[in-house]
């Protein structure tokens, strides 16, 4: 018999706790204070089962876009109406808020070990590995923990697998739509690129002004539908779609984002 709680990977909830305040406390001013995130549907958070959901969103950062999402979803949960106002409402914290990240990733040094403690779901990534493409076979233990995040809680995914904007949804989150049957949220977000490093770990500029938006629930056929429609759906889902492009080429989107970047400064 165990002596303390565990998560389905086996990791003891008690230090999940206790290493989310440590973090939330180093984190919450750089969404509240030098930097600003300004929140839209948060509302929606509130409605959501305990378990089965699964959020979709662009990538702008290895670890601020995720650490960012811990705050709002738990902040919504303490009552807070797109406001993370008061660090308090990650005392007790949502321990089963699970993430998608390549292993590799998680393993690169100390922090992102212990990032990956709190709720990392590493898989191998089948199209890239230490810089070079590559071409493997899904692990199906990766298949496996997936739908055992999703069977304990919420489960975050960037289904583009990479912070390069615009890039193809991978089949995989399709595949992992269908199999689990998940509530799909969609969520949008801007100006991480422009805060911190490519990492998400050190601030590269203060005063810039970041978003988030939660979408409502997506309205998927699981039975029906095909992988290429849901991946569809994705992409305008989180506004990545290629048709975006045909309205703002991608050297006028580079140029925009500068320009909006130093609009939004404060």
Do not use: C
């Not at 949220?185 to 805060?195: L, Q, T």
């Not at 939660?214 to 991946?231: A, H, Q, T």
């Not at 506004?239 to 140029?255: A, G, M, N, R």
């Amino acid at each position: 018999m165990k002596l303390y709680k565990q998560d389905p990977f086996g990791n003891a909830l008690f230090i999940k706790k206790f290493l989310i305040r440590i973090l939330a406390l180093i984190t919450h001013q750089r969404y509240q204070s030098f930097n600003k995130l300004e929140i839209e549907g948060s509302e929606i958070i509130r409605d959501l089962p305990e378990t089965g959901v699964l959020f979709v969103s662009n990538h702008q950062t290895y670890f601020a876009d995720v650490v960012a999402m811990v705050h709002v979803f738990n902040a919504s949960l303490k009552g807070r109406v797109d406001s993370i106002k008061n660090v308090g409402y990650l005392w007790q914290p949502k321990l089963n808020i699970y993430y998608v990240a390549a292993a590799e990733t998680m393993k690169s040094g100390l922090l992102p070990k212990i990032l990956s403690y709190v709720g990392s779901v590493s898989i191998e990534r089948t199209w890239r590995s230490k810089g070079e493409n590559v071409n493997r076979q899904v692990k199906m233990s990766d298949v496996s923990n997936i739908g055992r995040a999703l069977n304990d809680g919420w489960l975050i995914t960037f289904p583009q697998g990479t912070t390069t904007p615009f890039k193809p949804i991978r089949r995989g989150t399709a595949h992992i739509i269908k199999k689990n049957k998940p509530i799909v949220i969609p969520i949008v977000i801007d100006g991480f690129r422009r805060a911190y490093d490519k990492k998400g770990l050190n601030v590269k500029k203060r005063g810039v002004f970041q978003s988030m938006v939660i979408k409502k629930p997506l309205e998927i056929d699981y039975e029906n539908d095909s992988v290429e429609k849901i991946i569809e759906q994705l992409q305008f889902a989180i506004e990545q779609h290629p048709s975006f492009l045909k309205v703002t080429p991608i050297d006028e989107y580079v140029k925009e984002e500068t320009e909006l970047n130093k609009k939004r400064e404060w």
